[in-house]
């Protein structure tokens, strides 16, 4: 399936290449330049480029492309959520995947997908086993090891991956139990010029780190488990018992780990917490347009915004933009042509608006669209579509555990169109 | 910096391959393993470190696990190069297949079967075989991978091959289920016969199969399906078919009773129906490979009435990485042109966010052109407004086409959708402008008989316009429409008469094109100006230009020599055309299986299995049958 991996950052230099089966040349990578060159962003290199003999498959992802080589047909879902599988190992293994993190730890990296894959084929991609194959560094361990010359490599096949809980690792154990649970919902959102909704929605999931001692079976349940319209689970979940319950039962992998996704019915009316007041306008013949933004809360359910980023891809005809905020710092970046706003905090006495003019290049005429403006936000303590947790059960061992539930609403992809 | 001049030269002198040899041979194993890490950091960075071979397989048969696992990663990259060397391994590989621990035999069997030396073919043979009956399951997932590599080096052994996928598919392991159904759709997909008995046991291991093996299963399972069971549409069009869990168990006598009302009745076979309801749940998984490949099965497999059910999945796989997205939505496109009800409630995921990348944006464009219908015109129209403002100026004139297949599709909207295109001819952008012409060219064609007013118009646009497609598109309209802008047409022929030297290749074709009609219906008033155009293009660089011109010439002026065509000439030029149909350009790409590599391509790639038709008559479905001894036992 999957014959070579090619590691390339954003300066188009390869600098890591792996293969299962015989060893492809990396001029292969030629291809991938030339679609780079022809897409003016790194976004637009299409994810499935073929060439004569193969077909490279990429990912995009902290600023670098995982190009996968692929010589026959495959799902290229198959090979892109992969690659994905990767980048998310890296991440758990070294707390950021970056060039010079994997530069740093490129014979664990090395180890990590020898295990990843097999001939191409996946073969372990599950954290919890990988971590028992290979230990992920950490400074004590590598300090010990340089002491000892014991190893990373384990020497016994996880238990996991023979048991019917092939996520979770044995032996597991913890002074302190404890199971947190984030209810974290993103509203996306388009809203028009006059302020009405064009199409809402709430997306949401359930993250957890549960460090727990031994094998707990849990159980979560909902008072409004009706509001959930589609959902996806981690392999843990029972499927059975929730279709028929309507309750999440599971035993968790150990750590931290994404319990369930879900998308709230499209029939209940998705609550828009903030609004945005704007007058943007350019005018023909004069080289300075107006700006002004205000930022105000709307349906929060008695709760404070926080976190509001204001960003905006001007036209390319604004040269720069004097500007005054009440609250927060802005840039405007002249060559980019983007305006962000870190604005904080909403105060519903003193709303926050930024203001001022815009020098406009002489001689262009004004621009067909004004920009749309892309929001931030978070709102503590509250699932906006009212989802609650009813109550959290452990089963299977006999201490009792510290729970823990955090609920927060969190703007995704949000747009004002002006 | 004396220091670190010192420090780094010990760096690099400690890569250089004679010291890495001296670290290899050295009795410490830190020393070992640390040439080895920096062996493989070579490695990883594409520099050849095949001079090391003979230290390093030395070290095959070291103690620390970790050395021996790094000698393993160096092996599988050279050992084809350096076939000799590679084969004082071997033995050690032999030994390590009878060890005790399962992890050790497992790796010994990935290593062994990984470094592609020919000679050692039987070797590999036996081991597979023997693995393939071990006691650890692990092990026999590691064997049905060994299969492939076996295969790829030597096709000859497919047939002794063929016995251990046969073996290995009765494994009751989901472990094994995946790797020997991906070693089978490699080694021998088209032997179904081995899949019938195993057919409900792999329906129902499914579930608990790891997500990459779920994948593989589930695209050999739909291959399978469309070969033993009928088609569940035939019935659809004209009776919906009513299905509920119990109808399949209902006695004979009732059965028959019910043939008798209705003509012919379908009755899905009950392991068409496991299918189904077994791959269903899996609709729910994180993995978008997997919901993709469920979605798929459906789409070519369930009763038109309730592939339905995939749609909400595959929206919600929307979220995902721009990756995800794109192959999503590469499938949906080719969807919603059949069946656009299985997306319609779903129209407003579709709408575009300024920030998408440009392929994402007009895929999303491409499904909302689809679902266009009388009831939701309005609505995306007023959408595609935006669209048409956007700074993404490739996106905009993407919109633009798609205006104009909404515009032939939906007749309702045809005459909203000209005006709104005719205003946007007075946009700044070149480029909107330009996709307009096309556009406007194409939907005029459709309807010519009441748009004088728009030919005029932009007849006036020829003085400013620049792209050579839209002055093309242009000068064709008002040469096929030139009766009715019997004033204009003439002059427009003598402005770009005077401009021919310096126009584009396209524009200048039309241009002789457009003189040609004129000289055939107002020869008084263009005769000259044509045969000016004429001589023209009889000395242009472009021999395109010049075999053109020759024969409209001789087509058009009459002379002794030309033949009985000249007659003709009028009705050759001022034939009705058939108006151009604006389609999209995912229309036929079902005839490939959807969520294939081939589907994203639209051509086949290597190793595409082509999915059969239904057949006429269903095979035999005792062949599934298993004894019942055996199934009682798998269910406990």
């Given at each position: 399936m999957i014959h070579s991996l090619f590691l390339i950052n954003a300066s188009g230099d390869i600098f890591l290449e792996k293969h299962w089966k015989s060893a492809v040349s990396r001029s292969v990578c030629d291809y991938f330049f030339e679609a780079q060159e022809r897409a003016s962003e790194a976004e637009n290199v299409p994810p499935v480029i073929p060439t004569p003999h193969h077909c490279l498959l990429s990912v995009y992802r902290h600023k670098i492309f995982f190009v996968a080589v692929i010589q026959s047909e495959v799902p290229p879902l198959f090979v892109i959520e992969f690659l994905h599988r990767v980048v998310d190992t890296f991440q758990d293994y070294f707390g950021v995947c970056s060039e010079v993190m994997i530069k740093d730890n490129v014979v664990v990296v090395y180890e990590v997908l020898e295990e990843m894959l097999d001939n191409g084929f996946p073969l372990a991609t599950e954290s919890n086993i990988l971590k028992e194959l290979i230990k992920p560094p950490t400074i004590l361990r590598t300090v010990v090891n340089t002491i000892t010359g014991s190893t990373n490599v384990g020497d016994q096949l996880p238990t996991g991956q023979l048991s019917v809980v092939p996520w979770r690792r044995t032996g597991v154990k913890y002074t302190n139990n404890e199971a947190y649970f984030d209810v974290i919902e993103e509203i996306d959102a388009i809203i028009d010029k006059?302020?009405?909704?064009?199409?809402?929605?709430?997306?949401?999931?359930?993250?957890?780190?549960?460090?727990?001692?031994?094998?707990?079976?849990?159980?979560?349940?909902?008072?409004?488990?009706?509001?959930?319209?589609?959902?996806?689970?981690?392999?843990?979940?029972?499927?059975?018992?929730?279709?028929?319950?309507?309750?999440?039962?599971?035993?968790?992998p150990d750590g931290n780990f994404r319990l369930l996704s879900y998308h709230v019915s499209a029939q209940n009316l998705v609550a828009i917490p903030v609004y945005v007041k704007h007058n943007i306008s350019f005018r023909d013949s004069s080289s300075l347009g107006r700006?002004?933004?205000?930022?105000?809360?709307?349906?929060?359910?008695?709760?404070?915004?926080?976190?509001?980023?204001?960003?905006?891809?001007?036209?390319?005809?604004?040269?720069?933009?004097?500007?005054?905020?009440?609250?927060?710092?802005?840039?405007?970046?002249?060559?980019?042509?983007?305006?962000?706003?870190?604005?904080g905090k909403i105060n519903p006495q003193k709303l926050p608006s930024l203001k001022g003019s815009m020098n406009l290049q002489a001689g262009t005429s004004k621009p067909d669209e004004n920009p749309t403006i892309n929001l931030q936000f978070k709102i503590q303590?509250?699932?906006?579509?009212?989802?609650?947790?009813?109550?959290?059960d452990m089963y299977g061992e006999k201490y009792k555990?510290?729970?823990?539930?955090?609920?927060?609403?969190?703007?995704?992809?949000?747009?004002?169109?002006t | 910096?004396?220091?670190?001049?010192?420090?780094?030269?010990?760096?690099?002198?400690?890569?250089?391959?004679?010291?890495?040899?001296?670290?290899?041979?050295?009795?410490?194993?830190?020393?070992?393993?640390?040439?080895?890490?920096?062996?493989?950091?070579?490695?990883?960075?594409?520099?050849?470190?095949?001079?090391?071979?003979?230290?390093?397989?030395?070290?095959?048969?070291?103690?620390?696990?970790?050395?021996?696992?790094?000698?393993?990663?160096?092996?599988?990259?050279?050992a084809e190069e350096q076939q000799d060397l590679a084969l004082l391994s071997i033995s050690t590989f032999q030994r390590a297949l009878k060890d005790p621990n399962q992890l050790i035999r497992a790796s010994a069997l990935r290593v062994l079967s990984s470094i592609r030396v020919p000679i050692i073919v039987p070797i590999m043979m036996l081991a597979i075989k023997e693995a393939s009956s071990d006691l650890s399951p692990y092990v026999r997932k590691n064997a049905a991978h060994a299969i492939q590599k076996l295969y790829s080096l030597d096709p000859e052994q497919k047939e002794m091959l063929i016995e251990v996928i046969e073996k290995l598919l009765k494994d009751r392991s989901t472990l094994v289920a995946g790797s020997v159904v991906m070693a089978f759709e490699e080694v021998c997909p088209d032997r179904i016969d081995l899949i019938h008995k195993n057919y409900r046991k792999l329906c129902n291991l499914l579930v608990d199969v790891e997500e990459w093996g779920q994948v593989v299963i589930i695209h050999m399972l739909t291959r399978y399906a469309r070969t033993q069971f009928v088609s569940p549409w035939k019935t659809d069009d004209d009776v919906v078919?009513?299905?509920?869990?119990?109808?399949?168990?209902?006695?004979?006598?009732?059965?028959?009773?019910?043939?008798?009302?209705?003509k012919k009745t379908y009755t899905m076979d009950p392991d068409h129906r496991l299918l189904l309801r077994n791959t269903k749940p899996l609709l729910q998984s994180r993995n978008a490979a997997v919901v993709m490949a469920v979605a798929q099965l459906y789409w070519h497999l369930a009763p038109k009435s309730e592939a339905g059910i995939v749609s909400k999945s595959l929206v919600r796989l929307l979220r995902s990485n721009r990756e995800v997205q794109y192959i999503v939505l590469q499938n949906i496109a080719t969807m919603s042109i059949q069946r656009k009800g299985m997306f319609e409630p779903y129209l407003k995921s579709f709408y575009v966010r300024s920030t998408d990348p440009t392929m994402i944006k007009t895929l999303k464009l491409e499904i909302l052109t689809n679902l266009a219908n009388e009831a939701n015109i309005s609505t995306l129209l007023r959408e595609f407004q935006t669209y048409v403002k956007s700074q993404d100026k490739q996106f905009a004139a993407a919109t633009i086409q798609a205006i104009g297949r909404c515009a032939t599709n939906i007749t309702e909207v045809t005459d909203t959708c000209l005006n709104g295109l005719v205003c946007l001819l007075s946009n700044r952008d070149e480029t909107v402008v330009a996709e307009s012409v096309v556009v406007i060219k194409k939907l005029l064609q459709t309807q010519p008989a009441h748009h004088g007013e728009i030919i005029k118009h932009m007849a006036k646009l020829l003085d400013n316009i620049t792209v050579p497609v839209a002055r093309a598109s242009i000068l064709w309209l008002i040469g096929e429409y030139c009766e009715r802008v019997p004033k204009i047409a003439p002059d427009v022929l003598r402005k770009t008469a005077k401009s021919f030297t310096?126009?584009?290749?396209?524009?200048?074709?039309?241009?002789?094109?457009?003189?040609?009609?004129?000289?055939?219906?107002?020869?008084?008033?263009?005769?000259?100006?044509?045969?000016?155009?004429?001589?023209?293009?009889?000395y242009d660089q472009s021999y395109d230009i010049r075999d053109r011109t020759r024969f409209i010439r001789q087509l058009i002026v009459p002379n002794e020599k030309s033949g009985a065509l000249s007659k003709y000439a009028k009705k050759i030029f001022l034939a009705q055309k058939p108006a151009p149909l604006l389609e999209s350009p995912f229309k036929d790409r079902d005839h490939f299986q959807l969520g294939t590599l081939s589907h994203t391509l639209n051509s086949r790639a290597t190793g595409y299995l082509e999915l059969s038709d239904w057949p006429d008559v269903a095979p035999d479905p005792a062949v599934r049958n298993v004894e019942v001894a055996e199934s009682v036992c798998w269910h406990h």
């Open positions: 006059s302020g009405s909704t064009i199409t809402a929605e709430i997306q949401g999931v359930i993250d957890a780190c549960v460090k727990l001692t031994g094998m707990p079976d849990l159980t979560l349940s909902f008072m409004n488990p009706r509001l959930l319209d589609d959902v996806s689970f981690h392999p843990c979940v029972r499927f059975k018992r929730w279709e028929s319950e309507r309750i999440l039962s599971f035993i968790p700006f002004e933004i205000t930022v105000g809360p709307k349906q929060t359910m008695g709760k404070t915004i926080e976190g509001v980023m204001v960003t905006s891809q001007m036209p390319k005809g604004v040269l720069n933009m004097s500007l005054t905020p009440s609250q927060g710092t802005h840039i405007f970046d002249p060559v980019t042509k983007l305006l962000s706003w870190d604005v303590q509250l699932a906006i579509s009212g989802l609650k947790v009813n109550r959290l555990p510290f729970k823990g539930i955090k609920y927060m609403t969190k703007a995704g992809k949000f747009q004002v169109r | 910096m004396n220091h670190w001049f010192k420090l780094n030269s010990a760096v690099a002198s400690r890569l250089q391959p004679a010291n890495l040899k001296q670290m290899l041979e050295s009795s410490k194993d830190s020393a070992k393993l640390d040439a080895m890490k920096r062996i493989v950091g070579m490695i990883a960075k594409g520099k050849n470190a095949s001079e090391l071979f003979p230290a390093v397989v030395k070290n095959v048969a070291s103690k620390n696990i970790e050395i021996k696992k790094l000698v393993y990663v160096y092996l599988m990259r050279y078919e009513e299905y509920n869990e119990n109808n399949f168990y209902e006695s004979d006598g009732e059965q028959k009773e019910k043939d008798r009302n209705v310096n126009e584009d290749d396209l524009v200048k074709l039309q241009i002789l094109n457009l003189g040609a009609k004129l000289y055939l219906t107002n020869s008084k008033q263009t005769k000259l100006l044509t045969q000016y155009v004429l001589n023209l293009g009889k």
